[in-house]
């Protein structure tokens, strides 16, 4: 049993602790943001292709990662084309007809697989292998949960689920490892044993700064045609002992439009009600996370345009008395130079890594990709050390402007090699990609996620030390997300230790010890 694939790795030792493992049952391994999960597929498939003579299918949410699941399997397994093929949906049926007769290993992304599946161009019964990276996506109608279905069926069937973070909710935890008939799950955290050795310390501080004036002056304003358009949502009773909030709008906004149907034609009236409080509820989480910019943009994109739900809402806002005072702070902001304390504490910190370490990597996290364009811009003409890059998904809209996937790998490695030295990234980052590690991760702002901080953390502390600084504004969404997020990280670890506890197993006798003794659920308790 070949460890080392032929030689080109050395495996770590938490690396082969799983991947004697994950051989043997199906299983979910939930191992922090760059280290290894991909050697552990690797070592998992080359078992499969060489011991039993099987094939393996690796499955990758999105295009970039299957093209670099592709590159970095070739190089691990020693394989090239025809033996390896990638799919992602721009080859044609014949071709991938031919290619799912001859690859021994085949990278797609899902959708392809249940189209193929679908149309009765898979052999499943020759596959001894479904290799699941961002497994904690294997839920509600995601595509996963249809192949994994199908698979299992097969009696030669090996499942192994790849994921940095598991999810907050015990009930998503079950479903992932229901719907991927896992049996066994592997959780690596720097705390165990035999990865310490490995890890290099992350330090992550929240910065609180104040919020800015002009952000203070136009709140109350918007704030005042929100709560104009919730007393007519409170008035009609619709929602009895439930919060209002976005997501209980959103979701009551389906029930409401099937019973107008039904004969409530009443209702009709209301949802553009619960359409406009969203849309403002959005507006005030744009103003006091991002600044004035951001939220005028979103304001004018509402005015502007031709859709009709878009259109019912701006003849809504307008009729508030508080619309015109709202759109002359904006305006007022707009006009006259001022500060955003973000944007000069993410020049600060840029600053000041790049003076201490010149050869410095620093990413940048934030939600929108306006938010991405104008701190670019300002890091270029504030900054000469900063050598600041945009780098987001590959979908445009309007005058926003994606980055197909050759500019995506052509940055990435313009990143690597010192061309840029601050990336300035939405949430295309987060997830798999194979970014450089860096010195130091900044969120322009918290993310309620668990899994999204996890994977944003996961950016530094690879080959050495590492920084995250989190921005926060005091008393606004801000802290309201970064709390949120630290919840359900506490939550995470409580459901793993549950999960640990209730579905543990006996090591059969003759399993091959492990390099050192392990649990076999470890627990998370940091995934710092």
Same mark, same amino acid.
């Given at each position: 049993? !070949?460890?080392?694939?032929?030689?080109k790795?050395?495996?770590?030792?938490?690396?082969?602790?799983?991947?004697?493992?994950?051989?043997?049952?199906?299983?979910?391994?939930?191992l922090?943001t760059?280290?290894?999960?991909?050697?552990?597929?690797a070592?998992?498939?080359?078992?499969?292709?060489?011991?039993?003579?099987e094939?393996?299918l690796?499955?990758a949410?999105?295009?970039?990662?299957?093209s670099?699941?592709?590159?970095?399997?070739?190089?691990?397994?020693?394989?090239?084309?025809?033996?390896?093929?990638?799919?992602?949906?721009?080859v044609?049926?014949q071709?991938?007809?031919l290619?799912w007769?001859?690859?021994?290993?085949?990278?797609?992304?899902?959708? &392809?697989?249940?189209n193929?599946m679908?149309s009765?161009?898979?052999?499943?019964?020759?596959?001894?292998l479904?290799?699941f990276?961002e497994?904690?996506?294997a839920?509600?109608?995601?595509?996963?949960?249809?192949?994994?279905? @199908? =698979?299992?069926?097969?009696?030669?069937?090996?499942?192994?689920?790849?994921?940095?973070?598991?999810?907050?909710?015990?009930?998503?935890?079950d479903e992932?490892?229901?719907n991927?008939?896992?049996?066994?799950?592997? +959780?690596?955290?720097?705390?165990?044993?035999?990865?310490?050795?490995?890890?290099?310390?992350?330090?992550?501080?929240?910065?609180?700064l104040e919020?800015?004036?002009?952000?203070?002056?136009?709140?109350?304003?918007?704030?005042?045609?929100?709560?104009?358009?919730?007393?007519k949502?409170? @008035?009609?009773?619709?929602?009895?002992?439930?919060?209002?909030?976005?997501?209980?709008?959103?979701?009551?906004?389906?029930?409401?439009?099937r019973?107008?149907?039904?004969?409530?034609?009443?209702l009709?009236?209301?949802?553009?009600?619960?359409?406009?409080?969203?849309?403002?509820?959005?507006?005030?989480?744009y103003?006091?996370?991002q600044?004035?910019? +951001?939220?005028?943009?979103?304001?004018?994109?509402?005015?502007?345009?031709?859709?009709?739900?878009?259109?019912?809402?701006?003849?809504?806002i307008?009729?508030?008395?508080a619309?015109?005072?709202?759109?002359?702070?904006?305006?007022?902001?707009?006009?006259?130079?001022?500060?955003?304390?973000?944007?000069?504490?993410?020049? !600060?910190?840029c600053?000041?890594s790049?003076? @201490?370490?010149?050869?410095?990597?620093?990413? &940048? =996290?934030?939600? =929108?990709?306006?938010?991405? &364009?104008?701190?670019?811009? =300002?890091?270029?003409?504030?900054?000469?050390?900063?050598?600041?890059?945009?780098?987001?998904?590959?979908?445009?809209?309007?005058?926003d402007?994606?980055?197909?996937?050759?500019?995506?790998e052509?940055?990435?490695?313009?990143?690597?090699?010192?061309?840029?030295?601050?990336?300035?990234?939405?949430?295309?980052a987060?997830?798999?990609?194979?970014?450089?590690?860096?010195?130091?991760?900044?969120?322009?702002?918290?993310?309620?996620?668990?899994?999204?901080?996890?994977q944003?953390r996961?950016?530094?502390?690879?080959?050495?030390?590492g920084?995250?600084? +989190?921005?926060i504004?005091?008393?606004?969404?801000?802290?309201?997300?970064?709390?949120?997020?630290?919840r359900?990280?506490?939550?995470?670890?409580?459901?793993?230790?549950?999960?640990?506890?209730?579905?543990?197993?006996?090591?059969?006798?003759?399993?091959?010890?492990?390099?050192?003794?392990?649990?076999?659920?470890?627990?998370?308790?940091?995934?710092?």
């Amino acid at each position: 049993m !070949d460890e080392t694939l032929g030689g080109k790795i050395e495996p770590r030792e938490y690396q082969i602790n799983v991947f004697r493992k994950a051989i043997k049952e199906n299983t979910l391994v939930v191992l922090p943001t760059g280290m290894g999960k991909t050697v552990i597929a690797a070592m998992v498939a080359n078992f499969v292709i060489n011991e039993r003579d099987e094939k393996v299918l690796f499955l990758a949410p999105t295009k970039p990662l299957v093209s670099q699941h592709y590159e970095t399997l070739k190089k691990l397994l020693g394989i090239d084309a025809p033996v390896i093929a990638k799919f992602t949906g721009e080859v044609d049926n014949q071709d991938r007809m031919l290619d799912w007769s001859v690859s021994k290993v085949v990278i797609s992304t899902p959708q &392809v697989v249940v189209n193929d599946m679908r149309s009765g161009m898979i052999d499943f019964s020759r596959y001894g292998l479904v290799i699941f990276d961002e497994a904690h996506r294997a839920s509600g109608n995601y595509a996963y949960v249809d192949i994994a279905r @199908e =698979f299992v069926q097969y009696k030669k069937r090996l499942i192994l689920g790849l994921t940095a973070s598991p999810g907050s909710k015990m009930e998503r935890l079950d479903e992932v490892t229901e719907n991927l008939s896992i049996e066994n799950v592997i +959780i690596k955290s720097e705390n165990d044993s035999d990865v310490q050795k490995y890890v290099n310390p992350v330090r992550i501080d929240a910065k609180i700064l104040e919020l800015p004036a002009s952000v203070k002056a136009a709140r109350p304003f918007m704030v005042e045609i929100y709560s104009e358009i919730l007393k007519k949502i409170r @008035e009609s009773g619709v929602f009895k002992n439930e919060p209002i909030n976005r997501r209980t709008m959103a979701s009551k906004i389906p029930e409401l439009v099937r019973r107008a149907r039904e004969g409530e034609n009443n209702l009709f009236g209301l949802i553009p009600y619960l359409s406009g409080a969203i849309r403002m509820d959005y507006a005030i989480e744009y103003l006091e996370s991002q600044g004035t910019e +951001i939220a005028m943009d979103y304001i004018n994109g509402i005015m502007s345009s031709e859709e009709k739900t878009l259109r019912r809402t701006a003849a809504m806002i307008k009729k508030s008395p508080a619309f015109g005072q709202l759109m002359d702070e904006l305006q007022k902001s707009a006009e006259k130079e001022h500060s955003n304390p973000k944007m000069d504490a993410i020049l !600060d910190l840029c600053n000041s890594s790049l003076s @201490e370490n010149p050869n410095s990597r620093i990413i &940048v =996290f934030t939600h =929108f990709r306006k938010t991405a &364009v104008i701190l670019t811009r =300002f890091l270029k003409e504030k900054s000469i050390l900063a050598k600041p890059v945009r780098f987001v998904g590959q979908s445009s809209k309007g005058e926003d402007e994606g980055i197909n996937q050759k500019k995506q790998e052509e940055i990435i490695h313009g990143f690597r090699e010192g061309e840029y030295n601050v990336l300035v990234a939405t949430s295309v980052a987060e997830e798999g990609l194979d970014i450089p590690s860096t010195d130091l991760v900044i969120f322009y702002e918290p993310v309620p996620s668990e899994i999204r901080t996890i994977q944003r953390r996961g950016r530094t502390g690879r080959h050495h030390s590492g920084k995250v600084i +989190i921005l926060i504004y005091k008393d606004s969404r801000d802290s309201a997300y970064y709390y949120s997020s630290l919840r359900k990280e506490n939550a995470m670890r409580k459901n793993i230790n549950r999960f640990e506890s209730e579905n543990s197993k006996v090591e059969a006798k003759n399993e091959p010890p492990p390099i050192k003794e392990e649990k076999k659920f470890s627990s998370l308790d940091d995934f710092y």
